[in-house]
């Protein structure tokens, strides 16, 4: 059910079972860093574009943070899709409370309970499973997302008896819809994801230097104590300025210290 992974869901639609591939386009072990990229084939018929690129990164506590960034062109809507063990705990930065929303296609038959915020700066979204927190810090603002629809999701990952009596998880979707009928949607998302234990998470900030869905380059820049890392992604090997980093490639990553 492509309604209960964490991918990109294009027009409230399941992808296609038949007539559909994937390719690996990028697949890389440096030290400090692991990369993979791929891109699906007519798993949305509408979509010309349906690419992710996720980087694997150790932090300075000893675990490790995500930069998951998702490229997509086609459709009418685009809701970005994230859950995990755990309860949402809670939204940074504050906003009014979540209000009822109503969700279109087969979201029904999924989830319970939508209630919907309006990103107007981006927002940090954080669960908690025992004495470990995850953050889903989502780059994107208000010129991106329309919207983010907080939903109940089953917690059972196989069929029986112990499993369905598991309570509910939440799921965030967030979307970005056309302005109009015609035409198709270009949406980059891009987040960082940071799992850790304690209170406080050892990312100090997270920000999109670039985000130019014309050239389709990307970059994110995420700042430790002491270290600042930038991680650059773009489809050409074209030569452009990403903050004060000059790159030409498909991928790179700097990472600095205090000196």
Known sequence: NTLSHNLVVVDAEQQAAEGCGSYLELFGVAP????????????YPQCETYRRT?????????GTYTVDIFRVKGGKTHQYSFHCLGSLQRVAPDRPAPQPAELPGDWSKWVDNPR??????????????????????????????????IVDAPAWRSASLEEFAKPPIQQILAEHAAASPGGDLTTQYAAVIVPYRGSASPVRSARLLTNDPASGAVAVEVRFEGRTDIVISAPDPVSRQYGPVTAAGAFAFVSLDGQ
């Open 116 to 149: 919907a915020v309006v990103p107007e700066t981006p927002a940090t979204f954080t669960w908690q499973a025992g004495d470990v927190n995850v953050d889903l810090m989502l780059l994107n603002g208000r010129d991106t997302v329309d919207r983010v629809v």
């Open 32 to 43: 400090g860093i692991e990369v993979v990229q791929a891109r699906g084939t007519a798993v």
């Open 54 to 62: 996720c980087a694997l990164i150790p932090a300075p506590d000893g």
